[in-house]
């Protein structure tokens, strides 16, 4: 068990440009799920996977995000435009169905 | 608006010490977490209690789920330095959608 992986653990980026994020989750799980977490704050939700079907996809989540599992293994997590409200930690997490979610270590994002 | 209400949102204490953090929300959940998160890594999974009234035991951690499953609260006895870190609570919405408190951040003096 290699466990979630995330890449980068850290990326600065100047406002206007676009980020991808990835996410290697525990090679078994069939669902794959990104959360942002912001200082001093809980996760909060942004989407989840079951194998490559895009579930659910928060309200509160801007039109500039979008995740993608291509192959129901990795994923990737893009941001466009990206503004000074968009740092904050990108945390992915994995599971097996009704199991607990095991999570990566994060990328932090820096808009300047 | 916050689904789950943690508190108190910081707390420091001296070792030896114990403390009660708690989880509250006006929703029912079918399970509820509780996650230890360390800085720059991401949550771990502490326990899942699914029944109402549900009481583990975790060594030093003990763990509580409301009886209308509506609430939770984590007990620490004789706390240590190496406890301190973000308790986060997360209950379970739907199908598989953990929903997170804002956290309690705990400091343990030595």
């Known amino acids: 068990d290699t466990g979630v992986s995330q890449n980068p653990r850290h990326k600065i980026t100047k406002r206007g440009q676009n980020v991808t994020f990835r996410c290697d989750p525990i090679?078994?799980?069939?669902?794959l799920y990104w959360y942002r977490q912001t200082l001093g704050q809980g996760p909060e939700f942004l989407t989840y996977f079951q194998n490559e079907a895009q579930l659910e996809k928060s309200r509160l989540l801007s039109d500039r995000f979008s995740a993608e599992r291509p192959k129901g293994s990795f994923s990737t997590l893009e941001i466009q435009r990206t503004e000074q409200g968009d740092s904050a930690m990108y945390l992915c997490?994995?599971?097996?169905?009704?199991?607990?979610?095991?999570f990566g270590n994060g990328t932090r994002l820096t808009v300047t | 608006t916050q689904l789950l209400e943690q508190s108190p949102q910081f707390l420091s204490i001296q070792e030896g010490e114990n403390l009660t953090v708690y989880c509250n929300s006006s929703s029912v959940f079918s399970s509820l977490q509780w996650y230890r998160q360390e800085p720059g890594e991401g949550p771990v999974l502490l326990v899942t209690?699914?029944?109402?009234?549900e009481v583990k035991k975790l060594k030093r951690l003990t763990f509580q789920f409301g009886d209308a499953r509506k609430d939770s609260s984590l007990h620490i006895t004789a706390a240590q330095p190496g406890d301190t870190g973000l308790y986060l609570c997360?209950?379970?919405?739907?199908?598989?959608?953990?929903?997170f408190g804002q956290g309690t951040r705990l400091t343990i003096n030595p």
């Open positions: 209690v699914v029944t109402g009234g």
């Open positions: 090679s078994e799980h069939n669902r």
């Open positions: 997490a994995s599971s097996l169905v009704n199991s607990p979610l095991h």
């Open positions: 997360a209950g379970l919405q739907g199908a598989q959608k953990l929903v």
